[in-house]
């Protein structure tokens, strides 16, 4: 831990002077929520159709911005300076934590402000918080790690979400089920499975992800 603090303290300090990127990341994340919104406006979408839209949005918005958290050391040739500090398996830990964070935060807001445009009632803010920095983690851990593995491709991005799609699938099906439970029926013995599922795929990244970025860079 404390070899990822310093790290994390860089990645905001990083955010704060180039705040034009994350005012960019957030106007688009709203834009989108709006344009996909507006599509839908004649039509009444019920709990299943809406869970499933919000979820295209969530891993579209997550795909777009959680690769420039490893390409921006790239395009700044920070990469080795961050390796001579700490090794790749706690680099990988504190932009994982990062990432969730910041997406879970604007993932929230992409997430009130569908709900509000598409007329649909705001699920249990209870479950719902928690639900979306589950699945933030989930996302932006695999698309770090793929992010990491083609590091040294061009354009790297490209390669790191078509290979962190096929990882991702299984956890979006969960997820989506979760989401449409939450906004219908809280009681439904099926949450706790999805729930179960969604934790244990975090559980896999925790143990797993850092290993394997060890083991590739040593």
Known sequence: MNRILPILYKETLCEIRSKQILMTTSLFSIILVFLMSYSFSNIILTAEMSSNLLMMIILFITLSTSPRFISIEKDRKTFPFLRTFS????????????????????????????????????PNLLLFIPFIFILSFNLCSVILFCSIISESMSPAWIYSNVLSIPLIIPQLIYATQILYVIQTDITSSSLIENILGLIGFSLLK????????KNIYG
């Open 206 to 213: 925790i143990f797993l992800l850092p290993s394997f970025v």
């Open 87 to 122: 090794n790749m398996e706690t680099i990988f830990k504190a932009k994982a934590i990062y990432a969730t964070i910041l997406n879970a935060f604007n993932l929230l807001v992409v997430s009130l402000l569908f709900f509000i445009f598409t007329l649909q009632n705001i």
